[in-house]
């Protein structure tokens, strides 16, 4: 099916962190297929490289700090209120302790609470804000993991841990809301480029492609593609999984 033949015309889609990359492409892809989509994102000056390009009555921006209960709470009632109850969450929002990260004796506790926070616990608050509508309605969550809960990269000890929370967390969610219509899954992926890859330095790059076997960087248009593909109808008798977007890095 092409992405001209909308397959969410009628659809409300909220998205966390989707200013630029993975995020940011994700928007766009439900966009262009038609999609009412809120988007929320700290950093607001990265919204302007899309916003021109689609209707205001399709898109609301929100900027604000996802780690913050209460403001995602505000997401979710204006994004409601704008576009009517939540069909599909993308829960894309995390990251890790990047300049701060470190090899897990020399870590430290406050970044591992960040990066929790960051990764898992938005994602359980921004679910438990949209599954009351959805267990009445139905409806899609796609979560964000990482392969590097299941490669186990050295140095993320606390991004492993919040990537792999999440998958448990996918899992028993969508035990839950398998009865009502509503599937839950996760996307996981590896090199992608954004701009935390931009800040790695060539060897690193060289490393990384290879050791992945498809030999390069996917770009985040790959992802948003699989993300929209289990927020899709084609995707209704898939949940509970973790599909792995990494050219074949970690193989389950």
């Not at 709470?73 to 993308?90: E, K, N, S, T, Y």
């Not at 898992?120 to 139905?138: C, D, I, K, Q």
Request: hydrophobic residues 45%.
């Amino acid at each position: 099916m092409s992405e001209s033949q909308g397959r969410f015309i009628g659809k409300t889609i909220a998205i966390t962190g989707a200013a630029h990359g993975i995020g940011a492409a994700t928007a766009r892809r439900f966009l262009t297929e038609g999609g009412r989509v809120a988007v929320i994102d700290r950093e607001g000056d990265g919204f302007e490289e899309y916003r021109s390009a689609f209707p205001a009555d399709r898109l609301m921006v929100v900027v604000g700090d996802c780690t913050d209960a209460s403001v995602l709470a505000d997401f979710h009632d204006r994004a409601v209120a704008a576009f009517g109850p939540v069909d599909i969450l993308f829960n894309n929002v995390g990251q890790s302790g990047r300049e701060r990260a470190a090899h897990f004796h020399e870590s430290e506790e406050e970044v591992w609470r960040f990066v929790l926070e960051v990764s898992l616990l938005t994602t359980m608050r921004l679910s438990r804000l949209v599954v009351p509508a959805m267990r009445e309605r139905g409806g899609r969550i796609v979560n964000m993991s990482s392969d590097a809960a299941f490669v186990g990269d050295a140095g993320l000890t606390d991004y492993a841990a919040a990537k792999m929370g999440i998958v448990g967390f996918t899992r028993s969610l969508a035990r839950e809301l398998a009865p009502f219509g509503v599937t839950v899954n996760t996307v996981a992926p590896g090199a992608i480029r954004t701009r935390a890859h931009d800040r790695l330095t060539p060897t690193v790059i060289k490393t990384i492609k290879a050791t992945t076997p498809a030999g390069y960087i996917a770009e985040p248009e790959d992802v948003a593609g699989c993300v929209a593909f289990l927020a899709s109808q084609e995707a209704r008798y898939v949940t509970g999984q973790t599909l792995l977007i990494d050219g074949g890095r970690w193989m389950i």
